[in-house]
């Protein structure tokens, strides 16, 4: 699959406008969910207070759920074309999942201190949902462990398939087994979610806000990645390779070398020998003909009168 196609929203002369675009729109729904949970929805009749963190807490989660699927397409295709634009693709969603599901869990520690007392407990919803972010983890370590980049993107992409099979089972881990966790709110089995109408509102606004900025984290993020990988000109490489070929020191040393070499050929002292080399200049050329002492014959001698 041919590689120097543009990315939609990447290349092209208004790819960074489009992104600021999604942006903004991420903002603005944002701003707009979070005045509705804060200040339009009802306070829930049991938890208080503390229940309008539901409107951060499932918006990450949603994220984080978004995130992976993207990880799974996007491993799904490079192994079928081993095109690396869908590398990266797989590692700026990977990104974005760890970190939402790094927010979900501080989340809901907050929140399960002021509904259960506690930061932590030993749920089937919040073990499943460490091990996700664990994975995910890994899979992103796993890239940097072969010499070689190509095995560890397929050594990623294959992880990365495997690990989405942990997402059903964090969401559905509460109806599976018995949870502190309070039941799923939307994705729910049943056909009606229990919750407020108004509630439900936010909270969808939210859901809405929050996959809006997800994307324009995972296109920024893409952006960067594809941005460090652009092919070099021509004459960026030859500069760099002559640089690199430049390394070598061209000074004093070699200057002092030559002259102990010519003060053996001609019986001289160092001081006026070295006087002589200096007139010589320090090119590439001037280095590959300066011998050693012994393959070089000494010059000739105008007999005294």
């Known amino acids: 699959m041919p590689t120097s196609q543009p990315t939609p929203l990447l290349g092209g002369r208004r790819a960074a406008a489009d992104r600021r675009t999604v942006g903004w729109a991420g903002a603005g729904l944002g701003a707009a969910g979070l005045v509705t949970g804060l200040s339009v929805a009802p306070t829930d009749a049991v938890q208080g207070p503390a229940q309008r963190l539901m409107y951060l807490h499932v918006p990450a989660a949603w994220t984080a759920y978004l995130a992976f699927f993207a990880v799974l397409v996007s491993s799904v295709a490079y192994l079928a074309w081993r095109d690396p634009r869908w590398d990266r693709a797989a590692r700026a969603a990977a990104e974005l999942g760890v970190g939402a599901t790094v927010l979900t869990v501080v989340l809901g520690a907050i929140w399960g201190r002021a509904a259960w007392d506690v930061w932590w407990a030993w749920d089937p919803r919040l073990v499943s949902t460490v091990a996700l972010a664990a994975v995910y983890l890994g899979q992103l370590a796993l890239r940097w462990t072969h010499g070689d980049p190509a095995r560890g993107a397929r050594s990623a992409a294959?992880?990365?398939?495997?690990?989405?099979?942990?997402?059903?089972?964090?969401?559905?881990s509460v109806v599976w087994w018995r949870s502190l966790h309070q039941q799923a709110t939307i994705l729910a089995p049943r056909t009606s979610p229990p919750i407020d109408a108004v509630m439900l509102a936010a909270l969808?606004?939210?859901?809405?806000?929050?996959?809006?900025?997800?994307?324009?984290?995972?296109?920024?993020?893409?952006?960067?990645?594809?941005?460090?990988?652009?092919?070099?000109?021509?004459?960026?490489?030859?500069?760099?390779?002559?640089?690199?070929?430049?390394?070598?020191?061209?000074?004093?040393?070699?200057?002092?070398a030559r002259a102990d070499s010519y003060a053996e050929a001609r019986g001289g002292s160092r001081a006026e020998a070295r006087g002589d080399s200096h007139t010589e200049p320090c090119t590439e050329a001037g280095v590959a003909g300066a011998a050693p002492a012994g393959e070089r014959s000494a010059p000739a001698r105008v007999p005294a009168r």
């Open 204 to 256: 969808l606004l939210c859901l809405a806000a929050a996959t809006v900025t997800g994307a324009w984290l995972f296109l920024r993020r893409l952006a960067i990645l594809e941005s460090h990988t652009e092919p070099r000109t021509a004459g960026e490489a030859r500069t760099e390779s002559c640089g690199e070929a430049r390394t070598e020191p061209c000074g004093e040393a070699r200057a002092e």
């Open 158 to 172: 294959v992880l990365g398939i495997a690990g989405f099979a942990l997402v059903p089972v964090v969401h559905f």
